[in-house]
């Protein structure tokens, strides 16, 4: 990884009981990737989003994908951006 | 999924639902006053020609049903022709199964009406078309007007965050302007429907 450490986002709907998932995949990140991570950011909002995005790239769109996303994927996707 | 009387006692009252609430309470009991009923309205659940039984599907941290449910509970009070139970979604997936949105979305508030012999006469889901129509509507003006807000369908985590706030700060006047047509639309669709299957 070049720069600094990339940071993730997490928008959530908190009108749809989407909290367990968000909190899963926030652990999942926290534990697989500690300080190499600049932050995790939890955002509430509507509208049934679940959004993730790293360093302002769109990784998983609920709206665009459909469903919650693969957290296996999204730690994949995270992997690859520290390895460059 | 069979309702009959002894499933149906297992629900919450809907006094028992508010009482079991972890949050958002002092919304619905907001939304409870902010209720409008005109006379017809009450005139045409009071004229029901029997009490129906009215299985509700909800969880507290829902904002349709915290927007809804208390529509419902109005009615229910003032009239005393709507016999409600509450069931909490999450708790009762086999309910939640027979009322799934087009078939897939576990969306709720559920509002699915009985007679007395616990025969379905017919049921409700979310919140009414003209309602997700006139937001819509209204989301896309509030993006019109403010060009510091983005693309409607961009991701949020983009804008800075004083921007974000803003914009939740117009949704949410937004939602708070429409209200009043939401909560009377909600009262013509389900008057609507019981009056057709209660007749």
């Not at chain 1, 993730?52 to 730690?75: A, C, T, W, Y």
């Not at chain 2, 693309?151 to 804008?159: F, G, I, T």
Request: charged letters at 30%; glycine letters at 6%; one cysteine or more.
């Amino acid at each position: 990884m070049t720069g600094a450490p990339p940071k993730v986002k997490i928008t959530y709907c908190a009108e749809c009981g989407y909290e367990p998932q968000t909190l899963e995949l926030a652990r999942a990140l926290m534990l697989e990737f500690g300080s190499r991570l600049a932050g995790i950011e939890l955002i509430p909002w509507d509208s049934g989003t679940f959004d993730v995005s790293l360093d302002g790239q769109l990784l998983h769109s609920m709206r665009r994908e459909g469903g919650f996303p693969d957290n296996d994927k999204i730690k994949k996707a995270v992997r690859a951006h520290l390895t460059v | 999924m069979t309702m009959d009387r002894a499933r149906f006692e297992q629900g919450l009252t809907y006094d028992g639902y508010k009482a079991q609430m972890t949050r958002n309470l002092d919304r619905v009991e907001e939304n409870e006053r902010r209720v409008e009923l005109r006379p017809e309205d009450l005139a045409a659940f009071r004229g029901l020609p029997r009490q129906l039984n009215v299985v509700v599907l909800a969880e507290d941290w829902c904002g349709d049903v915290i927007a809804n449910l208390p529509v419902l509970g109005r009615l229910a009070q003032e009239s005393g022709r709507l016999n409600i139970r509450v069931f909490l979604r999450d708790q009762n997936d086999d309910i939640m199964q027979r009322y799934l949105n087009q078939g897939k979305y576990k969306s709720i508030p559920v509002f699915v009406f009985f007679d007395e012999g616990f025969r379905e006469l017919g049921h409700w889901i979310e919140r009414p078309a003209s309602v997700t129509e006139l937001r819509a509507r209204r989301r896309s003006d509030i993006f019109a007007a403010h060009p510091e807000f983005g693309a409607p369908d961009a991701p949020v985590d983009q804008l800075p965050e004083d921007v974000r706030g803003r914009l939740q700060s117009e949704l949410q006047k937004m939602r708070d302007d429409t209200a009043s047509f939401a909560n009377a639309e909600v009262v013509r669709e389900i008057r609507d429907l019981v009056t057709r299957v209660a007749a």
